[in-house]
């Protein structure tokens, strides 16, 4: 298969030799975001219109800020809240307080534990708490990164060899890429990549589980002249394959 603007990517991803190439992508493509509105595009009204009605989730705010530009930011977030201002006013001037009742009353407070709303405020906050612009950017080609992964391991001979020596993916894209195979692979095809793809992800784990391990007995004043070997950042690799990203990542800023 000849390496185009789609496969390119995934290819470089798998080169890197990451503890997850869809970790590498995501991050690719959120500092592509970040750089892309805190540049020049927060001048231009499409953009901006499109970032007062999405907002950014806390994250991505926290790295909005750590890249710099306060100006950028300070007009992003000047037009945002206006956006934000005019939609409360709406839901606030249709709010309607639901029937109180004893046994609401002695129930404990659950807010914020991922319930479903009981008022259209309710509502309206947690689609902010789930709408980003930086978020949004990964999600709308990531679906395309998921089918590009399977015609490549379909078709391509030098992927799927660098796949078969790769360190498999983090839990969440893991999940992601299993329930993509289902709808991907016929039967007979499901056969060769399942037991495949397993028993990456355990071997792994497996690797990464005694990495740990060896970092806390390096820890052991017996051990202190013995060789750290791949442990000494099992750390921060073992906590993005739990839950995906990159921890130790230094600040992303804009470049002086």
């Not at 991922?114 to 990964?138: M, P």
């Not at 039967?187 to 990456?200: E, H, R, T």
Request: aromatic share 12%.
């Amino acid at each position: 298969m000849k390496e185009n603007i789609a496969t390119i990517p995934l290819m470089d991803a798998l080169h890197a030799e990451d503890e997850c190439p869809f970790c590498f992508l995501e991050r690719k493509a959120e500092q592509h975001a970040i750089s892309f509105i805190l540049g020049s595009a927060y001048m231009e009204d499409d953009v901006r219109e499109k970032t007062d009605a999405t907002g950014f989730c806390r994250e991505h705010f926290k790295k909005m800020y750590d890249y710099g530009n306060r100006l950028g930011n300070a007009l992003i977030l000047s037009t945002h809240l206006k956006k934000l201002n005019q939609e409360l006013s709406e839901v606030i001037k249709d709010f309607t307080p639901g029937k109180s009742s004893l046994l609401k009353r002695m129930k404990r407070t659950s807010a914020g534990l991922g319930e479903d709303a009981k008022t259209s405020i309710g509502v309206w906050i947690q689609q902010k708490d789930h709408s980003c612009y930086v978020c949004d950017h990964f999600r709308q080609i990531y679906n395309r990164y998921l089918d590009t992964f399977f015609d490549l391991y379909l078709k391509n001979d030098e992927f799927r060899d660098l796949f078969s020596k790769s360190k498999g993916f983090c839990l969440p894209h893991f999940g992601d890429l299993i329930e993509a195979a289902e709808d991907k692979l016929t039967d007979a095809q499901k056969n060769d990549f399942y037991p495949l793809v397993f028993s990456m992800m355990q071997n792994n784990l497996d690797r990464l589980q005694k990495e740990v391990s060896w970092f806390v007995e390096k820890n052991d004043y017996r051990n202190k002249d013995k060789d750290w070997g791949t442990s000494a950042d099992s750390i921060q690799r073992a906590m993005q394959k739990c839950a995906s990203g990159y921890p130790a990542d230094p600040v992303f800023h804009a470049k002086l």
